[in-house]
């Protein structure tokens, strides 16, 4: 039923969203760069704070779609979090309170770092349902996308830092906690899942939901090379281990590539980085054979997920994939649940028939959020279980899902065809705006 009723209310207007509170909103000016705030430096001592204290916390002000201003607290905390070294590094997580908060739980939301709008309605649907949210920035202080060890410690140290925020209004100093995160998101989720039981054994988790899973960073990159979202792959590409290897064998080309993604955000990546292939020689010079240098070889066999059995989700995980993924394969994901059931895990595998990337996160939100409620309640099944939604081509919204793979591939066909004809150029810019609004 509550599912049902968001659902409901999601489709309504946004006022109606959260209970109305009478206080006045304060006027909301544009925030500092995080490179020109203060609030982001940790003070000087921090490192021997414990992971996951908090450093520094204000008030904020926050808005839907940064437009309409939302009656919910909302707070920001600096806490001291684990580099992948073993270091000690600061980051911020966002945490939002409605008025009907629950005193003894909180959902962490990993964002989707290219889809703001689609991660601000999920967040809103937790939030009518009387959660309070909490929403890490996984990446750390140099927005390190792609190491699973650092976002997993960070996601675990945010946890711990919003347990013992006072000002919620916790009833409990140790509150019930469900991890959720699509795509992006998803390395953070399932890497904490990962890591929880060795890192953080004393945070009472109840569950993980994680859907578009990158779950094998070498498969993902495969996967994407020389394709309309090749994009994504310059952004991991950095990091104390792997920058002496990529000096030796970076070309001029590669070079400008990096540093144009260094300057920009996922969105500017996509449009800087189409349809090329970082495992070419007009990228570096080993071409294919920079799978095998031994240590990128060696990074990205330690960004796999299921590898090892100690770091083994110990509460039921949902893990669902679309089939036609276009982004992230389904292959990995498959094999991950298979590697978590067989090392005793509790794992639900929702694979969507239809659709892609892009709409499965939204398809699969009423799941989602069964499975959030079912954890909090600790009714969801024991062992292994697999199911396929949106199987039928005689399913309406299915026959609707599959537009997207659709439209995806019939943009690369056109980006191909080069860059002389006026009428495609025309076209592919159309229909990149409907995949990148959808």
């Known amino acids: 039923m509550a599912v049902m009723a968001l659902m409901t209310a ?21 925030p500092k760069s995080p490179s020109s705030d203060p609030f982001y430096d940790p003070p000087a001592g921090f490192e021997s704070s414990k992971p996951g204290t908090i450093l520094r916390q204000r008030k904020i002000n926050v808005a839907f779609f940064g437009l309409i201003p939302d009656p919910v607290e909302s707070y920001q905390l600096l806490y001291r979090t684990t580099a992948i070294n073993g270091s000690a590094i600061a980051t911020v997580t966002t945490v939002f309170k409605p008025t009907n908060a629950k005193k003894d739980r909180f959902v962490s939301s990993k964002r989707h770092m290219t889809a703001q709008p689609r991660s601000q309605l999920i967040l809103q649907a937790y939030l009518l349902l009387g959660y309070v949210v909490a929403s890490p920035d996984y990446e750390g202080p140099d927005a390190a996308f792609g190491p699973g060890r650092l976002a997993g410690t960070g996601v675990l140290d945010g946890m711990r830092a919003i ?29 904490a899942a990962s890591l929880q039981p060795s890192y953080a054994s004393e945070l009472d988790i109840k569950g993980w939901a994680q859907g578009g899973t990158p779950a094998n960073l070498t498969g993902t990159l495969v996967y994407i090379d020389d394709t309309l979202f090749s994009g994504f792959i310059p952004p991991p590409a950095y990091g104390a281990l792997i920058n002496p290897v990529l000096d030796r064998i970076i070309t001029d080309n590669g070079r400008s590539a990096l540093n144009k ?3 920009t955000c996922a969105p500017g990546d996509l449009i800087n980085f189409p349809e090329k292939s970082i495992l070419s020689t007009d990228f570096q ?6 799978l095998y240098e031994p240590t990128i070889r060696s990074i990205l066999q330690k960004n796999t997920m299921g590898v090892t059995k100690s770091e083994t989700p110990a509460a039921p995980v949902f893990v669902y ?16 649940v298979d590697s978590w059931c067989d090392y005793g895990a509790d794992v639900k595998f929702t694979t969507y028939g239809a659709g892609g990337h892009i709409t499965t996160e939204v398809i699969a939100l009423p799941e ?62 159309v229909l990149e705006d409907v995949v990148t609004w959808h």
Do not use: M
């Open 368 to 429: 989602v959020i069964k499975f959030v409620e079912a954890a909090f309640a600790g009714t969801t099944d024991k062992g292994c279980t697999r199911n396929t939604e949106l199987g039928s081509i005689l399913n309406p919204l299915a026959l609707g899902a599959d537009l997207e793979p659709i439209l995806i591939k019939l943009v690369e066909v056109l980006a191909k065809a080069g860059t002389g004809d006026s009428d495609i150029k025309k076209n592919l810019t």
């Open 321 to 336: 994939h679309a089939t036609y993924d276009e982004i992230i394969p389904y292959a990995n994901t498959s094999t991950l």
């Open 285 to 290: 010079t080993l071409g294919r054979g920079l």
């Open 163 to 191: 347990s013992s925020f006072s000002t919620l209004g916790f009833n409990t100093k140790t509150p019930q906690i469900v991890g959720t995160g699509y795509s992006g998101g998803a390395i953070a989720t399932g890497w």
């Open 10 to 30: 999601i489709t309504s207007t946004q006022a109606a969203a959260v209970p109305i509170v009478h206080a006045p909103l304060a006027r909301r000016g544009l």
């Open 261 to 263: 993604a260094k300057a």
